[in-house]
């Protein structure tokens, strides 16, 4: 059974940090592009970060210079380090597991950035 678990989110103010965590088991978590998507009220979710099996980072242009992603593949789990926040970064965030033929999803965690 794939489980992908998400933890750390929380509320934070404005330009504070937080790290988010995502352990998988169920999976060879090494043959897997793992990401990150969020998703705000009304919206649909939307990109955020993914770090491909080499450890290749990719991120979108709203958290560039702002968020990290990171990946442990000894403990099969994958970081989102998340800086200067603000309130429009405020949404459930998920984490993925992907390859070319499998697609695996957490059940978020939510993030609020409000003073």
């Known amino acids: 059974q794939v489980q992908l678990v998400e933890s750390g989110g929380g509320l934070v103010q404005p330009g504070g940090s937080l790290r988010l965590s995502c352990a998988a088991s169920g999976i060879t978590f090494s043959l897997y592009t793992m990401g990150w998507y969020r998703q705000a009220p009304g919206n649909q979710r939307e990109f955020v970060a993914t770090?491909?099996?080499?450890?290749?980072?990719n991120s979108a242009g709203s958290v560039k210079g702002r968020f990290a992603i990171s990946r442990d593949n000894a403990k099969s789990t994958v970081y989102l380090q998340m800086n200067s926040l603000k309130p429009e970064d405020t949404a459930v965030y998920y984490c993925s597991a992907k390859t070319l033929t499998r697609e695996y999803w957490g059940q978020g965690t939510q993030v609020t950035v409000s003073s």
């Open positions: 770090i491909g099996r080499d450890g290749n980072p």
